[in-house]
């Protein structure tokens, strides 16, 4: 079975990872002068990138420290280190030293950290480093300054509403500020986690012993990413070609009730993140545990939900659901 405190550790410390920038990006924002915006903000701007690459890079190191103990403990071999060393073995206690090293949190002796682990040599997908800044750039631009300077605009236009002294005009300049601010941290945010996500994603598709994939939420998810989480694992194709093609599970509530069906799930839509969202991919390498305990609980929530609907209906009953739980939350 998957190491479930493992896995609850990793994405406990991406969601750091990506928390710590996304403050760091809103304290920055104060500084943000919309009188002044294209030089502030290219100014602001400029010292998010340089957070977010830092960030980006601990996430990067965090993935492959996790996938490397995941492994382990899964398959009893792991993968060569990213640095390069060359090394035919380890042993589980090392490897969980570097994820403590990498996590922040202690590592728990365990009776088998004594375990001779094997390391199977591979070559870690490079970092499109241009790419990602791009593409963090455009987010926080869009999320942070646009808004702003759409609205600040309208003194150019707007005779009765966009005089600096006016005082409704000032209230929604602040609002938008505010609202900014907060978007452009999300953003930041999911900026952050790219690296850590990026390497799972990219190594596992060429790591022979993964056989699927599962979404792990965090504590708080939004609807699509619990809908993920309830599907279970995705099959590799490599896994799909052993199986002679997916099957249903017999009993299944999907498979008695055909109206009940959650939405088909690809491995694209594992790889899709919002804003703010601290959900995690993870490589699955037994088909034992394509159902973990988590998309178990979901996968029932879902059929209790969703019963006698199906579509639109039905993906619309699942969001009150689950917008229910977080307003409670």
Known sequence: MADVRLIESYWRTQARIGLRL?????LRWSRVNPLSLEESGRAWLAVSLDAIRAERSASR??????????????TGATLAPT???????TTLGALRSEWSHHSGEPPIPESDDGNRIEVDDFDWPDEPEADFDRAAVVSLASQGIAPVRDLMSQTDTDTERGRLDDAGFLADLEDQMRNAGTRAAQAADREAQRGGRDILDRASQVDTLVRGWARQTDGNPCHFCAMLASRGAIY??????ELGGRKK???????RNPRNKRPPVTLADLSKYHNGCHCQMIPV???????SPQARDYA???AEVTKGLSGDNARRAWRKHIESQRLSA
């Open 61 to 74: 190191d965090a993935g492959a420290a996790f996938y490397r103990l995941h492994r382990a403990i899964e």
């Open 300 to 302: 029932r929530q879902w």
């Open 285 to 291: 390498y037994d088909r034992n545990d394509f159902m």
């Open 83 to 89: 640095t390069g060393q060359d090394m035919s073995h």
């Open 249 to 255: 599970p017999k009993g299944s509530a999907d498979a």
């Open 22 to 26: 996304a403050q760091l990006v809103l």
């Open 236 to 241: 590799s194709s490599r896994a799909r070609a």
